[in-house]
């Protein structure tokens, strides 16, 4: 599948970018290229074979779900210039 001008032109135009004529034919060969390598590893035959959520076979490491920090927020709050109700106050900056 390749690109025409036109439909290079159509695509920046709908992405609302400026394209040169120059620019559009440099794009055409970029797509063209994208295109072939696409029905290149479209036509590999993939049957039989299993989806991997990873390139390789790995396995992530476990560990047990457990606190292992205090509870600091007071100490963390009392440095804060102003605090209510365990909340920070920062001073408007939208109106």
Request: glycine letters at 4%; charged letters at 30%; aromatic letters at 4%.
């Amino acid at each position: 599948m390749s690109l025409t001008l036109d439909e290079i032109q159509k695509i920046a135009r709908l992405a609302r970018l400026r394209v040169t004529p120059e620019e559009a034919t440099q794009l055409q060969s970029h797509f063209s290229g994208l295109f072939a390598l696409v029905d290149e590893l479209q036509a590999i035959d993939t049957e039989g074979v299993l989806p991997m959520s990873h390139a390789q076979d790995i396995a992530l490491r476990l560990r047990e779900d457990k606190v292992t920090e205090t509870d600091r927020r007071d100490a963390l709050q009392a440095v804060a210039p102003q605090v209510e109700k365990g909340l920070y106050l920062v001073p408007k900056v939208i109106e």
